[in-house]
Structure formats: structure tokens, C-alpha cells
């Protein structure tokens, strides 16, 4: 059964900081997603890395996928309070004409003044 | 560009009732999926329709079953509600060729 372990699961970071979101998980995969979720309300997409090396970057979000070590990260750059969030990834096993998503228990990031 | 949408936003059933929830896909989408998101856990799925057929599904016991009509939108219905089916139901609709999925606002359900 694959699993999906992210870590940490809560991070409190002061504006300004840099910090890292670690994803590993235990298949194989080519396709890894990072949403952010906000309380109460739906999954936004962040990003989707299709291959090994494959490395995206939004504003103070860069995320990375390492297929051989099974390990994607989202780093964060000088962090905002608008960043404060819970963000999950994701690995889906299935051939492109289906998608099935297993998710990480998320991360809790808190951003504080 | 309508975006996908969800219905109804809330919802409480009480234990052994029957429910359906209702997806209306984005535009252009043919493909259309159902998460369940337990408080404080990441979404697990639960299947996926391509094309009206059923095309992939999770662990999820037999009384959770779905639709899809031809214009795409889906519906998700749970038999014999319980307890633990309490929490917020989300679809995601995507078009086959692509790898992006796109969430809808999601349902809450409370089952007492």
C-alpha cells in the first residue's frame, strides 16, 4: 500500500525565515502535487511535478521531486503570514488517463509577526 | 471559464439515512473524482468517473457509489450513513489528458 508521510507535520516560523516541507513517499511515482489548503476551505494547486529533477517555483514556494529517492520538497523563502496554511502533497499512481491522488497527512504551516 | 462547483454546502443526516452529493465539472472536463477529508487528515480517494463509467475507486465499502451524466457533472451517493462518514466530501474534475485536477469548495457532511 503507498504511503505518503510528510514532515513536519506543524511548523510555526517567524516572517522572514526560510524553511523546508519534506514529502517522502514509498512507490514508484512520476507525478507529485503540492496544494495548499486554507481552514474550512477547498485544496488550491500549487504545483505539479512531472519528472525526476523536475524543480517549480511560485512567488516564495519552490518545490523540488527526486523520483530515485522518492522525496519532494516546498521550500519557502523569507516566509509572509499570508503563507500560513496547511499544504499537502501528493502522488498519483495511475496512467494518465485516470488520476488517482494519495495525500500526505498535510502540514500545518503557522507564520507569525 | 465556470469553475467547479458543489452542492449542497452543508449537510447533516442522522446515522442509516442516504445521501447525495451533487459536482457540476469544470469546462472542458470529462473526468471527475470524490475525496472524503476526515477533520485534520489529508483527502483520501474514493473513485473516479471518466466518460459515465467508473474508473478507478479506493477503499471505500460498496455503499459509497457514484454517477456521472453525460454533460460530466457527478453525483456521489452513501448508503446506510454512519458516524465516521462525517466530513468534507470534495470532487475534482480534470480533463483525461492532463495531470491537473481542480477541487470544488467541497460539501460538509455531519452525520449525528
Known amino acids: 500500500e503507498l504511503k505518503v508521510e510528510q514532515n513536519p507535520l506543524f511548523l510555526s516560523m517567524q516572517e522572514g525565515k526560510n524553511y523546508t516541507i519534506y514529502c517522502n513517499y514509498s512507490?514508484?511515482?512520476?507525478?507529485l502535487y503540492w496544494y495548499r489548503q486554507d481552514p474550512g476551505k477547498s485544496l488550491e494547486s500549487l504545483f505539479v511535478?512531472?519528472?525526476?529533477?523536475a524543480v517549480k517555483q511560485e512567488g516564495r514556494l519552490m518545490a523540488s521531486l527526486d523520483t530515485k529517492a522518492r522525496l519532494s520538497t516546498l521550500h519557502i523563502t523569507a516566509a509572509v503570514h499570508d503563507l500560513s496554511a496547511t499544504y499537502f502533497c501528493?502522488?498519483?499512481?495511475?496512467?494518465?488517463?485516470?488520476?488517482?491522488?494519495?495525500f500526505g497527512t498535510g502540514t500545518r504551516l503557522q507564520v507569525t509577526l | 471559464e465556470t469553475g467547479v462547483t458543489q452542492s449542497p454546502t452543508h449537510l447533516i443526516k442522522t446515522r442509516g439515512q442516504q445521501v447525495t452529493l451533487r459536482c457540476s465539472s469544470q469546462?472542458?472536463?470529462?473526468?471527475v473524482s470524490w475525496y472524503q477529508q476526515a477533520l485534520g487528515q489529508g483527502p483520501q480517494f474514493i473513485f473516479q468517473?471518466?466518460?459515465?463509467?467508473?474508473?478507478g475507486r479506493g477503499n471505500f465499502p460498496p455503499r459509497f457509489s457514484g454517477l456521472q451524466f453525460p454533460n460530466y457533472s457527478s453525483e456521489l451517493n452513501v448508503n446506510a450513513l454512519e458516524l465516521d462518514d462525517s466530513a468534507l466530501y470534495l470532487c475534482?474534475?480534470?480533463?483525461?489528458?492532463?495531470?491537473?485536477?481542480?477541487f470544488g469548495p467541497g460539501t460538509r457532511l455531519t452525520v449525528t
Open positions: 469546462s472542458g472536463h470529462n473526468t
Open positions: 512507490t514508484t511515482s512520476d507525478r
Open positions: 475534482a474534475s480534470s480533463w483525461a489528458l492532463s495531470y491537473e485536477q481542480y
Open positions: 468517473y471518466y466518460r459515465e463509467e467508473e474508473n
Open positions: 511535478l512531472l519528472s525526476n529533477g
Open positions: 501528493a502522488v498519483d499512481t495511475l496512467p494518465s488517463t485516470a488520476s488517482k491522488l494519495t
